[in-house]
């Protein structure tokens, strides 16, 4: 079964706003058995959005929409989807009811904005009514049609649980499709490449898919057949060829984070972690505690952003700070030491860096980040350059220092500075 998806708003072709549900709605389709032959961007054009829709009503069995179910003026998809598939808008009654519910139990004013997003397509049916947000679905010369909300959560919520079984299920025997994640940090995009040309010869009929996903790389593995413990067998064969050339940068699969990777090794080895923190100003920690049950291994941290609260709460000696300043590795060191002292931790993990876009030097650029670990065995540390914009610069050392922790506890060595 075959079919496409549309997705809708300015905001995806001006490039404002990453298109992230084509992304999951693919991922979620293929890996289901289900064929994805198109993937069309279109903004809050009425032409351009009924064009595409005319055009999926001729190659597809299914189509997918996103986006413009809101009340503002630019959300326009049911009158786009009436005129394209011609069809009357008509009231839909359930849809009022559940806006003037919604209206209601916020102490909004009804206004006819809202009494737009009540009127569908003839024929259209809703889809998760007694959720929060909903959508709709309609049937045009047996090819199906469902019009999801834009926001991503309420989108993937309403493709899981809606959406696909009722695609798997008009197969009586639909073929059984696999699909591996695989995540890797560290390894560059043409190591990844050479990579698939050495899988190339030996993969079989698996499909090896590439997906950047800063700063991560994702590989995906999929395979159709019709035998369930076949097509486990041969992903499992792939999936080990990966694994002996790539190693340790494959930090997590399936739905992982690297946080979930390093909270599950530090529960299983009964180690317990804190955090200073300089240049990424407490996302190392919020990764942490964004993961349930964190409590039991993270013992705190520090935000330590200027010279007087490293050597007031931290330790560090002010003539380190002198000497080399706070973006070096003796103070990062003196910082991994200071906290694990500090919250009594097993490891302490610290960094310290020049975010941007403004104060860096010629010897110590914007990028620079110095990250540092105390434990047991002594301290190390090690200087890096990461490049991007200053939220970039964040992500990938606070990347970088959780993928510290989960290789100290795997017994790897670090990935190499500079």
């Known amino acids: ?48 959005a009924a064009d595409a829709l005319k055009r999926a009503s001729i190659s597809s069995q299914f189509v997918i929409v996103t986006g413009g179910l809101g009340s503002t003026e630019d959300d ?66 047996d090819i199906r049609f469902y019009f ?29 499709m696999q699909q591996r994640l695989l995540k890797l940090y560290g390894l560059d995009e043409p190591r990844i490449a050479d990579i698939f040309s050495e899988l190339l010869h030996t993969s079989g009929d698996a499909v090896l898919g590439f997906y950047p996903q800063f700063p991560e790389n994702h590989i995906t593995i999929s395979l159709r ?8 067998a041969a992903l499992n064969k792939v999936e080990r060829d990966i694994m002996a050339l ?23 080895t009964r180690k317990t972690l804190s955090v ?20 039991s291994y993270f013992q705190g941290g520090v935000v330590s952003y200027s010279n007087e609260s490293k050597a007031d709460i931290l330790h560090v000696d002010p003539k380190t700070l002198e000497r080399h300043g706070a973006v070096s590795a003796p103070t990062v060191e003196e910082m991994a030491w200071g906290i694990r002292k500090q919250m009594k931790s097993d490891l302490g993990l610290a960094v310290t860096g020049i975010a941007g876009p403004d104060g860096g030097t010629r010897e ?34 606070s990347t970088m220092a959780l993928d510290w922790v989960r290789r100290h506890l795997n017994g790897d060595t670090f990935l190499p500075g500079i």
């Not at 990424?280 to 919020?286: D, Q, V």
Request: glycine content about 10%; aromatic content about 4%.
């Open 364 to 397: 110590k650029p914007v990028g620079t980040v110095y990250i540092g670990l105390d434990s047991a065995d002594g301290t190390v540390s090690r200087r890096y350059r990461f490049r991007g914009r200053r939220k970039q610069v964040k992500l990938n050392t």
């Open 246 to 268: 790539v190693g340790p940068y494959v930090f997590a699969t399936g739905n992982q984070e690297m946080e979930d990777v390093v909270g599950r090794l530090l529960s299983h």
């Open 1 to 48: 079964m075959h079919g496409e998806i549309i997705t809708i708003g300015n905001e995806l072709t001006s490039g404002r706003t990453p298109d992230l549900n084509s992304r999951y709605a693919a991922g979620r389709l293929t890996a289901s058995g289900l064929n994805v032959i198109r993937i069309t961007s279109v903004g809050d054009d009425a032409t351009m």
């Open 276 to 295: 200073a923190e300089s240049c990424t100003g407490g996302l190392i920690g919020h990764r942490l505690t964004n993961v349930a049950g964190s409590s």
């Open 148 to 176: 999801l909300p834009g926001v991503p959560d309420e989108m993937r919520h309403i493709l899981d649980a809606f959406v696909l079984p009722e695609l798997l299920s008009l197969h009586e025997r639909p073929p059984v």
């Open 76 to 141: 326009m998809t049911c009158k786009i989807a009436a005129e394209a598939l011609d069809r009357p808008l008509c009231l839909d009654h359930r849809m009022l009811r559940k806006i003037r519910e919604y209206v209601e139990a916020r102490g909004i004013e009804m206004t006819p904005p809202f009494e737009k997003m009540a009127f569908m397509p003839e024929g259209a049916r809703m889809i998760h009514p007694k959720g929060a947000v909903c959508g709709f679905s309609l049937v045009e010369k």
């Open 225 to 232: 057949g019709k035998d369930e413990p076949v097509v486990t």
